[in-house]
C-alpha cells in the first residue's frame, strides 16, 4: 500500500510519527459512457450557457450565487478560510465508542508507525483496547480540516473520519408513527423474534455480488451468450395482524 498522508498521532505530551494508508477500496466495475453508434467514449466540455461554446480551463471562476448575482473566490480567499495547516492528528479527548452513532462514520484509514518497534504505537493500541475508548481528534487532510476517531483494529490504531452534526439533517420534518400504542402481547413476541434472530456480527459472511455478475454477464456477452433475467419472487401476506404476522415469522425461522 501507498501512504497518502505522513505526520504523527498526539496525545498529551507524547507523539507517534506515522503515515496513513487508506483502509478502503472500491469494488464497483470501472465503466465508460459510450455513443450506442459507434462506441467512441464521450469527453465532457465545459460550455457558456449563453455562447453554448467551450470555455478554456484558465477562463474558469468560481461563484456563490447570493441574491441574485455571484460574488466570485479567488485562491487567496481559499487561503484564508483554509485551517491551519498541520501533521498532528492532536487527540483532544477520550470518548466511549458507543457514544459516536455509526451516522457519523465516513471513511477510515490505517497508520503505521514510522519507526520500527514504537512503544508509544503499542502502548496507545493496548490502552485503547483495555479501556474500550477512543480518540476524538481533528486532522488537516488535503487542505480540509476532519473531524475523527481514533481507534484499534486489532492491533493497528485506526483513524476514521467522521462528520460534523451540522452535517446530519434534522428527523423533525419526517412522518413517522408517534405514540403507537403496543399491547404486551405484541411486544414480547417481537422481542422474542429478535432474539431468535440474533446473531454474533460476522461482516465476512456477506458479499456484494453485484458486480461480480455483472463481471459474469459481461464476459457471456463477449462470447455471444444472453443473460437470463432472474424473475423476483414476492413474499405476499393476506394476514393484517401484527401478532399473527410475528408469530407466523417465528414458526418459519424454527422450520429453517
Partial sequence: MRSIWKGSIGFGLVSIPIKLFSAVQSSSLDLDMLDSRDHARIRYQRVNEHTHKEVPFDKIVKGYKLDDDYVILEEKDYELAAPEKSKVIEIESFVDMDDVDPMYYETSYYTEPDTKNNKAYALL?????????????????????????????????????????QQIR?????????????????????????????????????????????LKIIHDKAKGKHPTIKKLKPHKTDNTDLYDQLMASLNVKKGA
Fill in 170 to 214: 434534522s428527523t423533525d420534518d419526517l412522518n413517522v408513527p408517534g405514540n403507537v400504542e403496543l399491547n404486551k402481547k405484541e411486544l414480547d413476541m417481537g422481542m422474542a423474534l429478535i432474539n431468535q434472530y440474533a446473531a454474533k456480527f460476522d461482516i465476512s459472511k456477506f458479499k456484494d455480488d453485484y458486480n461480480d455478475e455483472l
Fill in 125 to 165: 493500541t493496548q490502552a485503547l483496547i483495555k479501556s474500550k475508548k477512543a480518540g476524538l481528534a481533528r486532522f488537516v487532510l488535503r487542505s480540509t480540516q476532519n473531524l475523527c476517531i481514533v481507534h484499534p483494529v486489532g492491533n493497528v490504531l485506526t483513524v476514521t473520519r467522521i462528520r460534523y452534526a
